[in-house]
């Protein structure tokens, strides 16, 4: 999955939604900017942010770590 990729699925998840980018920004407590270039597929290193937008949105990510790895 490639930033590009998430940000593609922001933007078909928000719009199935109904909601637009200030409303979904206000929602994730980050700025219009920021979810403009996030749905744009601009690198960020703010992850915090991402993640906020994502759990606004009500998607779940998860990460598997290689096989052989304990945790």
């Not at 593609?8 to 700025?31: K, W």
């Not at 942010?49 to 790895?69: F, N, R």
């Amino acid at each position: 999955m490639t930033v590009t990729d998430i940000g593609s699925l922001i933007r078909q998840t928000r719009n199935t939604q109904g909601l637009r980018q200030d409303e979904l920004a206000a929602a994730a407590n980050v700025g219009v900017r920021f979810l403009i270039e996030l749905e744009a597929g601009k690198e960020t290193a703010q992850v915090g942010k991402v993640l906020a937008v994502l759990s606004a949105l009500g998607i779940v990510m998860t990460l598997t770590p290689p096989a052989g790895t304990t945790s």
